[in-house]
C-alpha cells in the first residue's frame, strides 16, 4: 500500500481522518458513493471541503494511486469530484487509480478553485 508522504492525516482539532496507517489485514474497504444530503451537518461539509483541498493540492488533475487514503472519506466525494482513472476499476484495491474531476470539483467547492 502506497503511503501519500505529506498528505494531512485528519481534519485539525478532530477525528475525522483522512488516511489509515496500515493496510486492514481482513481485506481492503473498499469505496462506494454516498449519497451527501443538504441537511448534513456542517462540520462534515467543512470535513470534505478540507479533503478535497488536501487531494487538490497534492494530485491536481493527474491521476493518483488509492494508497492509504481512507475509504470512507474517499466514498463521500467518489462518482461526484473522484472518479476512477482506469478500467477496469477494482474499488477494493489499494492500487487502484483515481482522479479528480475538476470541473465538478469547481462546481462542489467553489472556494478552493478561484
Known amino acids: 500500500m502506497l503511503k501519500h ?3 494531512p492525516g485528519r481534519y ?3 477525528d475525522y481522518q483522512f488516511t489509515i496507517r496500515r493496510a ?3 481485506g ?3 469505496i462506494t458513493r454516498r ?3 443538504r441537511d448534513r451537518k456542517a462540520v462534515d ?9 488536501a487531494l487538490w493540492e497534492h494530485f491536481g488533475e493527474e491521476p493518483f494511486e488509492r494508497g492509504n487514503l481512507d ?3 474517499l466514498s463521500w466525494l467518489f462518482g461526484r469530484e473522484v472518479v476512477p482513472a482506469s478500467e477496469p476499476f ?5 492500487e487502484a487509480l483515481l482522479r479528480i474531476d475538476a470541473d465538478a470539483a469547481r462546481m462542489s467547492f467553489p472556494d478552493i478553485f478561484y
Not at 45 to 53: C, L, Q, Y
Not at 90 to 94: G, K, L, W
Request: glycine content about 10%; overall charge neutral; charged content about 30%.
Open 5 to 7: 508522504r505529506g498528505f
Open 12 to 14: 485539525p482539532g478532530t
Open 24 to 26: 486492514n489485514p481482513r
Open 28 to 30: 481492503v474497504t473498499p
Open 35 to 37: 449519497e451527501r444530503f
Open 45 to 53: 461539509k467543512a470535513v470534505d471541503e478540507a479533503f478535497m483541498a
Open 71 to 73: 475509504a470512507g472519506r
Open 90 to 94: 477494482d474499488p477494493a484495491d489499494y
